[in-house]
């Protein structure tokens, strides 16, 4: 006979209640017994399980408070429910408020953390780099690029030993991917050299990227394109085409998609030998004077970028030719930097798209100001609320002291409730961030999983704010609990009209950074509406663009115009070598009247006859191209600002010395009123357009302007673009859409200001009228007093309502310098910007001004009208 | 008083607590269930059934002698009240009228 286990019936005695117990461990014991006839090691475990399973709510006893610690605390907790529930209006408009402040700082944290974040997730992401180029023209102006000469990484490994390994990726153009019958288009992608895999990390899942193979190129996908091009069929050894640019490229690996936190998240990458690099293309890529691609590097363990640089000289002086030594000037941007430190990148056309569209840390610091802003006045809000609260609760202190309790013991209660309200709000705030992510991610054009939102690094940052709110907001009416310590007695409002000040520099805090939200948001807007409604020169509307890929489009040009114009629904069509929107390398040209000056640099389009008129655009002087080849070559169109730094009265007839890569003399036929195509961020520039015909410029886009039903219209583009090049997938954009992308990061910001500040201004009023429900009380004896000698209701609410308006106003007057200077800051970045109005903080001030008269009104107005009989009885 | 409800498994347990009579424990019911009602359960279940009967006031329990079994731990017996009785009683009324309104035809095939 073994023995019975003892651990399960030690715990069954635990927390069974005694009156079961015989019966429950009996019936246990024997059923054990019985089943230790078979085997003992199943019995054991059954009776272990069979514990567990009686632990039910019938069976579980009630564990008394023995301790007096516990016993406390317990009560503590039931006097603060009690509470709650009798003055329910204040705790929960105090508890709601210092939630909504939580939820917006969490995710305002969550924003930030993923700002800063992005592409940290490489293992090696401490020692890698991109390179980046500062071009620094004739001119002297200068332009940062993150394409850069092409032969510099491979020179980058040979020269220095920091360097580890050096890679490079280039993106050529609108692609394609077409398995057998299956085609889609795909711009996310790169041609890379296959060591970009040794420096990025990518988790490989099928095949090896760094496998030799036959022939310049092979294919990685990610396992999302895999499945789009094969279905279930495995992908590795397929031969797949890239229309228009490869055909018959085998896939040799397959990656997992390349996380959120990835700047560039590509769909497939051609693995390319450059050096293998087909015909035309080979001088190109190893010339020293040629820009277009991006360079990795790999830093070898203790090193730094700055070992490099200091040995730049002789290597810049080996490579590059004097005359271009300027304009490939490089350096290195770590790729944790890559995020936030590339708004002074111009585009060049080459790079490899962004999957996740550069940011800006100046925003980012705003952001998080907003956010401690918005914590800032849920905290006052629950400090001011949760002192006066304590103060009105003198009697019960009382009672406690002449029970025994001492000073120290009524301040651990303070903290202990200010604890579970703290409790309370973080629950309620927590649920809220799971509720509201989906939210959160549409508004911040973000994609973060909800999970990220509880990661060790944010909750830590969580559990210092909690403390500090608990901290500040329990020692407050502790410190007038100690000094009131001798004299505590059972009077009702002995704290009353204690910390007066300290409660109004609270609200003047809280109205001002109100008005800064607020005039910040209105600015905000006017920008943006301003920056969009403003006159382009040009129309947007019912615009749709077709992409040439090929060069089988770009030879037929004319005809396909013409096919284009033959539906119904096709107002006009033209072709043009860049369109509005577009975020593509705009080239520019000279321009000279003699060759003795310095060239004006023009921004350089080039169009057919049709693109002035597709675009709504108008000549102010003179004539439009003509359409035929012999007569529109060596013509030029310039706009009104060009015209106006050339410095020419009669520019029509005028010639023009006109270089690009080749010098020519044009004539100008024509002056186009100024247009923006360009983000408005940027100023107006000197515009020159060239024919089409001219060789100098190859077209890249058609415009079709269309007048109705969009639908078909497109199928027609479509239908156009597989008749005259059945290759290439046809790419059909709308043009608003690409303008709007130019604002879509300020709207993702202005947006998230925007909530910010409405939960701000609700947090206010809960926190005001927290206030007002105090004073009011307090004053109810005091109203009774005056009503009595005959004042009248009017009387009575200006006495209240003057004592928030003088606090308003001083709030004003800190709050307007401030907000000035942070929104001229941030207006200075536009090109075209609003003034700032002082009307635009009258209006803030109003509207607080309103919304807190409204508060104090519910209010105060109730007691005003009261008899004075009812009020002068309170207490 | 709202009329008190028994569940399924309730009944099957009471039903034991009858058959059983003066027999009924923990452990004889449980096992008695396995086999004549093929119903396997818990131990902690069938407490837990007898605790609420008991409540309700259809059984009544009272505690046997000490034994050398189970080392040295009472049973507690369960019987029967009257209104236990006429509980099963009303029970086996409803259902066997029920029973026999069936209609005597074939039945679709499940």
């Not at chain 1, 940011?359 to 006052?380: E, N």
Request: with cysteine.
């Amino acid at each position: 006979m073994d023995t019975l286990p003892k651990l399960p019936i030690r715990l069954l005695r635990w927390f069974c209640k005694v009156e079961y117990l015989e019966e429950i461990e009996g019936d246990l014991v024997e059923l054990y017994e019985l089943r230790a006839a078979t085997s003992v090691k199943k019995a054991r475990r059954r009776l272990f399980w069979d514990v567990i399973c009686s632990f039910r709510p019938t069976n579980i006893k009630s564990f008394p408070l023995t301790n007096p610690v516990m016993n406390t605390l317990y009560n503590y907790t039931k006097v603060y429910f009690r509470r709650f529930r009798k003055d329910l209006a204040h705790y929960a408009v105090n508890t709601l408020g210092l939630a909504l402040g939580f939820v917006v700082l969490f995710f305002i944290l969550l924003y930030v953390s993923d700002e800063q974040n992005l592409d940290a997730h490489h293992s090696k992401s401490s020692r890698i780099y991109r390179v980046l180029e500062k071009r620094t023209s004739d001119e002297g102006q200068v332009q940062h690029f993150s394409s850069t000469a092409n032969p510099l990484g491979p020179a980058l490994k040979a020269e220095f030993p920091e360097v580890e390994e050096a890679a490079r990726m280039i993106y050529l153009g609108s692609g394609a991917l077409k398995y057998g019958e299956n085609q889609f288009s795909d711009r996310n992608y790169a041609f890379a050299e296959k060591s970009i895999f040794q420096i990025l990390d990518f988790n490989v899942v099928a095949g090896d990227p760094l496998q030799s193979f036959g022939g310049e190129v092979a294919i990685a996908l990610n396992q999302s394109t895999a499945r789009k091009l094969f279905g279930d069929q495995d992908p590795v050894g397929k031969l797949v085409d890239m229309p228009g640019k490869l055909s018959d490229v085998e896939v040799i690996a397959v990656y997992e998609d390349l996380p959120y936190t990835s700047t560039y998240q590509f769909n497939t990458i051609y693995i390319f030998r450059f050096e293998k690099f087909p015909q035309n293309f080979s001088g190109w890529f190893a010339s020293w004077d040629s820009r277009g691609m991006t360079t990795w590097v790999l830093m070898k363990e203790n090193t730094r970028p700055a070992d490099v640089l200091a040995k730049k000289a002789p290597f810049m002086e080996k490579y590059f030719a004097e005359d271009v030594r300027g304009y490939h000037d490089f350096y290195f941007q770590s790729i944790t930097d890559m995020h936030l430190g590339s708004s002074h990148l111009d585009h060049y056309g080459t790079e490899p798209l962004p999957t996740i569209a550069y940011g800006d840390r100046s925003f980012v610091s705003i952001i998080l100001l907003i956010g401690v802003f918005v914590m800032v006045i849920a905290g006052l809000n629950y400090i001011n609320l949760s002192s006066v609260q304590s103060l009105k609760r003198s009697l019960e202190a009382g009672i406690r002291k002449v029970n025994g309790a001492n000073a120290t013991q009524l301040k651990v209660q303070l903290f202990y409730e200010s604890f579970i309200t703290l409790l309370i709000a973080y629950g309620i705030s927590l649920a809220l961030v799971v509720a509201l992510h989906p939210f959160f991610l549409e508004l911040a054009q973000k994609s973060i999983p909800v999970a990220d939102a509880f990661r060790m690094e944010i909750l830590g940052y969580h559990a210092v704010i909690f403390v500090a709110i608990w901290v500040i907001s329990a020692i407050i009416p502790a410190l007038y609990y100690a000094s009131a310590n001798r004299s505590l007695v059972l009077v009702k409002n002995v704290f009353v009209g204690k910390g007066e000040v300290l409660r109004r520099s609270f609200v003047v805090v809280q109205y001002g950074i109100s008005i800064c939200l607020i005039v910040g948001s209105i600015v905000l807007y006017r920008q943006l509406e301003f920056v969009q409604s403003k006159d382009l020169g040009f129309s947007r509307d019912q615009l749709l663009t077709l992409d040439i890929n090929s060069g089988a489009a770009r030879a037929k040009a004319t005809q396909i115009i013409a096919a284009l114009k033959s539906s119904a629904n096709v107002v006009n069509a033209s072709t043009s070598s860049r369109v509005p929107g577009e975020w593509k390398y705009i080239p520019s040209a000279g321009l000279s009247v003699d060759r003795t000056h310095e060239p004006v640099m023009a921004t350089h389009y080039a169009a057919d006859q049709n693109w002035l008129d597709t675009y709504g655009m108008t000549l102010s002087k003179g004539r439009n191209f003509s359409g035929s080849d012999a007569a529109d070559t060596l013509k030029v169109l310039l706009n009104e600002k060009a015209v106006e730094m050339l410095g020419l009265e009669n520019p029509v007839g005028q010639t023009l010395w006109v270089s690009e890569d080749t010098v020519s003399k044009m004539t100008v036929i024509g002056v186009v009123k100024n247009f923006h195509f360009e983000s408005l961020h940027k100023p107006l520039g000197p515009v020159v357009i060239t024919s089409c015909n001219n060789p100098v410029l190859g077209i890249d886009y058609f415009t079709v302007k269309y007048s109705q039903n969009t639908a078909e219209v497109i199928a027609h583009m479509e239908e156009v673009q597989k008749q005259f090049d059945p290759e290439t997938p046809a790419e059909v954009n709308f043009l608003d859409e690409r303008w709007e992308r130019y604002y879509k990061a300020d709207q993702a910001r202005s947006s998230l200001i925007l909530v910010a500040t409405i939960i701000s201004i609700i947090i206010s009023t809960f926190g005001l009228f927290g206030l007002v429900n105090f004073t009011a009380e307090r004053k109810t004896k005091e109203i009774g007093i005056r009503k009595v000698m005959g004042a009248t209701v009017a009387e009575i609410m200006s006495i209240v309502l003057k004592d928030y308006l003088v606090l308003l106003l001083v709030a004003l007057l800190l709050a307007t310098p401030l907000a000035w200077w942070m929104l001229e800051r941030w207006l200075a970045d536009f090109a075209y910007r609003i003034d700032l109005s002082i009307f635009t903080f009258a209006f803030a001030f109003v509207a607080v001004l309103l919304v807190s008269f409204v508060t104090v009104f519910a209010r105060v107005f109730r007691l005003a009208r009261l008899n004075p009989v009812v009020s002068l009885r309170y207490e | 008083m709202k009329e008190q409800t028994l569940g399924e498994f309730e009944e099957l347990v009471l039903l034991m607590v009858a058959a059983l009579h003066d027999e009924a424990y923990g452990v004889s019911i449980l096992e008695h269930l396995e086999r004549e009602a093929g119903r396997k359960a818990n131990i902690s279940a069938i407490h837990v059934a007898l605790k609420r009967l008991e409540q309700k006031g259809l059984v009544v329990s009272r505690y046997g002698g000490i034994t050398g079994d189970r080392g040295g731990r009472r049973k507690k017996f369960y019987v029967v009240t009257a209104f236990g009785k006429k509980a099963l009683d009303q029970q086996y009324t409803v259902r066997t009228s029920l029973y026999k309104q069936i209609p005597d035809i074939s039945f679709a095939k499940g």
